[in-house]
């Protein structure tokens, strides 16, 4: 096989998709330097900035056999980091309308009430995403926030290293962090 550097994006994008797990080394070495910088340049945060680029080659490795770029794969991949830009930028500002609209109701003194439902909306979410993780993280993770035992007291409980009872609470914090948005995520360590 022919070094892969040499090798053109559509030859890469061909081997990605019979599973070459050299190909996509490649595509990433190649492109997220790059990509790593228009995501900095409009979030200035570097850790969401190498967030996005991990969920977005994690994405792309996912759906390898079904990715269709109809352009090159330079722009497909600035697009992506572009859209995905768009949508945190999205979700920061309804996080913000909804922290305006609770400090509203803090200052008018209606919040009680209200603050009440969205509390137990909120911990109804929360638990339905705790619930759709993968069943031996799910465990690992209440095991930790809810029972509140160490990693070693989990590992020893389960016959597991402390390590694989690390990575998993972390795993499951990214998953839900993800999944819940990062102002219900703040939430959530609060509360958890």
Not at 48 to 63: G, R, V
Not at 77 to 89: G, H, Q, T
Not at 141 to 162: C, D, N, P, T, Y
Request: aromatic share 10%.
């Amino acid at each position: 096989m022919a070094v892969l550097s040499s090798l053109s994006d559509q030859e890469l994008l061909s081997l990605l998709r019979e599973d070459n797990h050299a190909a996509y080394t490649e595509i990433y070495n190649r492109y997220s330097g790059v990509l790593y910088l228009h995501a900095y340049n409009r979030l200035r945060d570097r850790e969401e900035s190498k967030d996005l680029l991990q969920e977005l080659f994690t994405t792309i490795w996912n759906n390898r056999k079904d990715l269709d770029i109809r352009s090159t794969l330079s722009g497909y991949l600035y697009r992506a980091v572009m859209n995905r830009v768009f949508k945190y930028f999205s979700r920061k500002q309804t996080e913000e309308k909804y922290i305006g609209s609770i400090q509203e109701s803090v200052n008018s003194g209606d919040c009680i009430t209200d603050h009440l439902v969205r509390q137990n909306q909120l911990a109804g979410i929360i638990e339905k995403e705790i619930d759709a993780l993968p069943p031996k993280m799910r465990e690992i993770f209440v095991m930790s926030r809810k029972e509140r035992l160490s990693h070693k007291e989990i590992a020893e409980q389960l016959g597991l290293a402390e390590s694989t009872v690390k990575k998993q609470v972390n795993n499951a914090l990214k998953i839900l962090r993800g999944k819940l948005g990062l102002f219900t995520y703040l939430l959530f360590l609060l509360f958890y």
